[in-house]
C-alpha cells in the first residue's frame, strides 16, 4: 500500500464513522421526538425493558409508542432510505443513466396501478392484500421499462421507457379510480403516490431489514462487474464479466428492493436520484465505496427526512415525498453547481 | 319574560319568511353570486346526495329531473320518492350529461363540484345556458383546497343547515315545508341538549372518519366542522384542534390526548381498506399503542354513519347517536 492509498483508506474509515454516527443520532432522535412528550428517561427504559435488559417501570402506554410507533418507524426509514439509494446507484451504473431511478422509471405508478386494481377492482377477490398489489404492479412497471430499455441502450431510451410507464400506469389508476371508486369530496387514493412510514410496525422492519441485507450484499458482490459496466458493456464482456446474468441479477435485486419498499411505505422520490450522486461526489465512482455509502448516506438522509415530516406541521404530517424533494432538490442543485465549476 | 323572548326569537326568522316567499322573480344572495328564479323549478338536478336528499324531504321528487354525487345508499324514508328521479351517475357527472337533464334549477352540495374549479362545470356555465345554480351554504363557509377537504374557520352550525332548507323549500315555492322540517329538526336537537344539559364536559372525543391506510395517519374531524359542532352541542371537547374539516393526524397523537370516547365512520364506501368499520375496530383493539387507551379497553367505541360528520341532514342523527351512546357508557354525569 502507497502512502495516499493508506491516507484514502483512512479518510473512507472516518468518513464511515462520521455518518454511521450521525445515523445513529438522527436515530435516537427519532425515537425520541413525537407528539406525545415521552421524557428521554422513559424513552430509554422503554428501550430497554423491551430488549429484555431491564424491568423498569414506565407508562405502558409510553412504552408501546417508543417501541412500537417510534422505533419501528426509525428502523423502516433507515432501511427503507438505504434501499432506495442502493436501487437508485444500481439503475444508474446498470443503465448508464445519470437519471435513473426507480420513482422516474414508473415503478411508484405501477405500485399504485397494483394497490387500486386489488382494492376497486377486486383482484385476488380478498385473499391478496393491498401491499400484495402494489408490490406486484411495481414488478410489472419495471419488467415493461427493463423490456423497452433493453437492447442497445442510449441514455434517453431508458428515461423514455419510464415516462412511457409512469404515462401508462398513472392513466390505468386514474381509470380504474374514476370508474370504480365511489364518490367523495376531495380525497383520492393517491396514497401510494405519496409515501408515508406511519402505518410500518415490526413485522415491517423484519421484511425492510432483510430485503435491504441481502439487497445489499448481493450488489457489493457485483460492485467490480458494476465498475466495468461504467464503461459500456462491451467492456465489459472484453473483462470477462457475464454480461447478460449480472445484468438480470442485479435487476431482479433492484426491482425486489423498491417493489418491498413502495408496497410497505408508498413512492418516496428523489431518494435514490440524490442520494447515489451526492455520495459519488464523496468518496467516488468506485462500487466497493460507493454502495455501502450510499446505504449509509440514504439511511440518514430518510430518518431526517422523516423527523421532519413529523415536527414541521405537527400534529398533521407532511407527505414523506414533500420533504424528501423540499430537502433533496437544494441539496441537488448544490451539487451540481459545484460539479459544474469543477468541470 | 322568558316566554315573551322564546316566543319573540322564533317569531323572528318566521316573519322574514313571510315577507320574502311566493314573489318571484327570487334573488337570492348565495356563495358570493346572486341567484334569480323566474319561477319555481320544476326540472332540478341535484348535485351531491345531501343536496338530493333536502329536495327529496320537502316531497319535490317529482320536480326533479337527476341526481348524481351520491356516497351511500338514499335515506330509507326516502327510498320510494328516490325511484322517481333519474340518476345521471353515482360519482361525479360531466356537464353534458347533466345538461342533457334540461334542467331549471342545479342544488349543489359542494363547491368542488360547480365552483370556480367545478369538476362538473362552473356556476357561470350553467348561468350562461340560464340555468341557475345553488349552493349550500354549509359549504360556502369552507375554503377551498385542492389538496384536502379545505377548512373552516368559523364553527359549522345547524344555521347553515336551516338556511339552505329554508332558501331552497322558498324557491321551490314550499316554503311551508321548509320551516316544517326545520321545526322537527331543531325539536330533535333540543331533546340531545335537554338530555345532556353539562353532563358531559369531561368526555372528550375523537371522528375517525378513513385513512389512507388501515394503521398509518387518519382522517380525523377537526374542531370547526359537523362533528365539532355535535361535540360543542354535547358540552364535550373534540381532541382535535386543526380547523381543517379532515386533516391527517398520527395515531401516537390521538393517544397523547388519549379520548374518551373514539366514535368511527361507517359507510359504504370502499376506496380505502380503512372506509370499512370492521376494519377500523380491528385496529383499535389490535394495536399495540391504541389498544391499550382507555377508550378502547373500556369499549367506548362508537359507529356512526360517516355522512353525520358532514354537514348534511343526517348531522342531527349524528348526534342523537353520540348522546345516547354517551348515555349507555355511562359518561353522563
Given amino acids: 500500500m502507497t502512502a495516499s492509498r493508506i491516507r484514502l483508506w483512512a479518510a473512507g474509515t472516518a468518513g464511515v464513522l462520521l455518518v454511521l454516527t450521525a445515523l445513529l443520532v438522527a436515530m435516537t432522535a427519532g425515537v425520541a421526538i413525537g407528539e406525545m412528550t415521552i421524557p428521554m428517561k422513559t424513552t430509554v427504559a422503554a428501550v430497554t425493558n423491551r430488549l429484555g435488559l431491564t424491568e423498569i417501570a414506565v407508562p405502558r402506554i409510553q412504552e408501546a409508542v417508543i417501541w412500537d410507533y417510534r422505533l419501528s ?108 371508486a365511489n364518490a367523495e369530496q376531495a380525497r383520492s387514493v393517491m396514497f401510494w403516490l405519496l409515501g408515508s412510514f406511519a402505518g410500518v410496525r415490526w413485522p415491517d422492519v423484519a421484511l425492510a431489514a432483510s430485503v435491504v441485507s441481502i439487497g445489499l450484499v448481493v450488489c457489493i458482490w457485483h460492485s467490480r462487474a458494476l465498475d466495468a459496466f461504467t464503461f459500456g458493456e462491451d467492456a465489459a464482456r472484453s473483462l470477462g464479466i457475464a454480461v447478460q446474468r449480472v445484468r438480470i441479477v442485479l435487476l431482479l435485486v433492484t426491482a425486489l428492493m423498491t417493489a418491498t419498499m413502495v408496497s410497505m411505505v408508498g413512492a418516496i422520490g428523489f431518494v435514490g436520484l440524490v442520494i447515489p450522486h451526492a455520495a459519488r461526489f464523496i468518496v467516488g465512482p468506485g462500487h466497493m465505496r460507493l454502495l455501502p455509502a450510499c446505504a449509509l448516506v440514504g439511511a440518514l438522509f430518510m430518518v431526517v427526512a422523516d423527523i421532519v415530516s413529523r415536527i414541521i406541521i405537527a400534529p398533521q404530517v407532511l407527505p414523506i415525498g414533500v420533504v424528501t424533494a423540499l430537502v433533496g432538490v437544494p441539496f441537488f442543485s448544490v451539487i451540481l453547481y459545484r460539479a459544474r465549476r469543477v468541470a | 319574560m322568558k316566554y315573551g323572548l322564546i316566543a319573540a326569537l322564533v317569531a323572528l326568522p318566521l316573519t322574514a319568511l313571510t315577507s320574502t316567499a311566493f314573489a318571484y322573480p327570487l334573488t337570492i344572495e348565495n356563495c358570493g353570486s346572486n341567484v334569480v328564479i323566474d319561477k319555481a323549478p320544476q326540472k332540478a338536478v341535484g348535485l351531491g346526495q345531501n343536496s338530493t336528499e333536502i329536495l327529496l324531504m320537502l316531497g319535490l321528487a317529482d320536480r326533479m329531473a337527476g341526481s348524481a354525487i351520491w356516497v351511500s345508499p338514499v335515506l330509507p324514508e326516502l327510498a320510494a320518492d328516490n325511484q322517481k328521479v333519474h340518476r345521471i351517475a353515482n360519482s361525479t357527472p360531466n356537464f353534458e350529461a347533466v345538461v342533457a337533464r334540461e334542467p331549471d334549477f342545479i342544488a349543489a352540495q359542494f363547491l368542488t363540484s360547480v365552483g370556480p374549479q367545478g369538476r362538473v362545470g362552473t356556476r357561470q356555465q350553467f348561468a350562461d345556458l340560464g340555468v341557475p345554480s345553488y349552493v349550500s351554504p354549509t359549504d360556502c363557509a369552507v375554503t377551498d383546497n385542492a389538496a384536502s377537504d379545505g377548512a373552516r374557520k368559523k364553527m359549522f352550525s345547524m344555521d347553515l343547515l336551516y338556511q339552505e332548507i329554508d332558501e331552497l323549500s322558498r324557491m321551490f315555492d314550499v316554503a311551508d315545508r321548509g320551516e316544517k322540517l326545520i321545526a322537527e329538526i331543531k325539536a330533535r336537537e333540543a331533546a340531545v341538549r335537554a338530555r345532556v344539559a353539562d353532563k358531559a364536559k369531561d368526555v372528550s372525543l375523537v371522528y375517525w372518519f378513513s385513512s389512507p391506510e388501515v394503521a398509518g395517519d387518519a382522517w380525523v374531524a377537526g374542531k370547526n366542522g359537523a362533528s365539532g359542532y355535535i361535540t360543542q352541542v354535547l358540552g364535550a371537547k373534540n381532541i382535535v384542534t386543526s380547523e381543517q374539516e379532515w386533516p391527517l393526524i398520527g395515531w401516537e397523537a390521538i393517544a397523547a390526548e388519549d379520548p374518551t370516547v373514539i366514535v368511527i365512520g361507517t359507510m359504504d364506501r370502499r376506496n380505502q381498506p380503512a372506509d370499512d368499520p370492521v376494519a377500523k375496530r380491528q385496529f383499535l383493539i389490535t394495536d399495540p399503542v391504541v389498544s391499550k ?38 359518561l353522563l354525569k
Fill in chain 1, 73 to 180: 418507524r426509525s428502523l423502516v426509514a433507515a432501511f427503507c432510505g438505504a434501499g432506495l439509494a442502493l436501487s437508485g446507484a444500481i439503475l444508474q451504473s446498470l443503465l448508464r443513466n445519470p437519471l435513473a431511478e426507480p420513482y422516474v422509471l414508473g415503478i411508484s405508478a405501477g405500485a399504485s396501478t397494483g394497490a387500486v386494481s386489488v382494492m376497486l377492482l377486486g383482484f385476488g377477490a380478498g385473499a391478496i392484500s393491498l401491499s400484495a398489489g402494489a408490490f406486484a404492479g411495481a414488478l410489472l412497471a419495471f419488467a415493461f421499462v427493463v423490456m423497452l430499455a433493453s437492447g442497445r441502450q442510449t441514455a434517453d431510451r431508458t428515461i423514455l421507457a419510464g415516462v412511457a410507464a409512469s404515462q401508462l400506469f398513472n392513466a390505468l389508476t386514474s381509470y380504474i379510480v374514476s370508474t370504480s
Fill in chain 2, 293 to 330: 387507551l382507555d377508550a378502547v379497553e373500556k369499549g367506548h367505541i362508537v359507529e356512526m354513519d360517516a355522512q353525520a360528520m358532514n354537514p348534511t341532514i343526517r348531522t342531527i342523527t349524528g348526534l342523537e347517536t353520540v348522546a345516547a351512546s354517551l348515555e349507555s357508557f355511562g
